[in-house]
């Protein structure tokens, strides 16, 4: 389904359908396709009869369904238009300032799309601890499983930790004893994180 926007002398008559059009042209009269935008700002109730509008606010992030499917994501700040009569075309609108945390049922959808600039996909494998900061802050730890998280407005970043047992071997350390003797030694650690929200905020290298 295509649209056009008929202009005489560069004013906005009115909207084409699919179809021929037959009209005589004189100069000055012409026909062409504008960006929507444009034409949203000086007749937006022509734009929303013929399309659904998606209109995002500064910390809104947008999905839009056509029959019942995630087909797109708006950012916040954007503007995008969906040509109405072909599918029933649904936007919703999440603030993104707040909700942050992406439905269990979305992470497939998203994940196929693979937004990543809007969406970072997560995933905390058995046995391992996840830790979540937004804007550089610790918001949360996070047990094993799927997790998607929306960063369209904030910065999200992780850590995966791993809670196993874990050996560490330090080689070859040479050493004197109290009288002078050289002994070379080698050491086995084992060890096993506690609590991973301290492990990272008093150690740069674990």
Do not use: C, W
């Not at 042209?25 to 109730?45: E, N, Q, S």
């Not at 996070?142 to 196993?164: C, E, K, Q, T």
């Amino acid at each position: 389904m295509e649209l056009g926007l008929l202009h005489r002398d560069r004013v906005f008559q009115k909207v084409l359908g699919p179809g021929t059009h037959r009209r005589v042209l004189r100069p000055m009269v012409h026909t062409a396709v504008h960006k929507l935008d444009a034409l949203y700002m000086t007749h937006p109730a022509v734009v929303a009869e013929h399309f659904t509008v998606a209109d995002m606010a500064d910390t809104e992030f947008g999905l839009v369904y056509a029959d019942g499917k995630l087909i797109d994501m708006i950012g916040p700040g954007s503007r995008a238009f969906y040509a109405k009569g072909l599918r029933e075309i649904a936007v919703r609108s999440i603030d993104a300032d707040r909700e942050i945390e992406v439905p269990k049922a979305l992470i497939v959808p998203f994940g196929l799309m693979k937004a990543t600039h809007f969406v970072l996909p997560y995933e905390v494998p058995s046995d391992h601890i996840g830790l979540l900061y937004v804007d550089g802050v610790f918001d949360r730890q996070l047990a094993p499983g799927r997790y998607a998280f929306i960063r369209a407005v904030h910065r999200v970043d992780s850590v995966i930790l791993d809670l196993r047992l874990q050996t560490l071997e330090v080689t070859g350390q040479e050493m004197l004893t109290r009288d002078r003797i050289g002994l070379r030694a080698n050491l086995t650690a084992v060890y096993r994180i506690a609590d991973p929200a301290v492990v990272v905020s008093v150690a740069a290298d674990l």
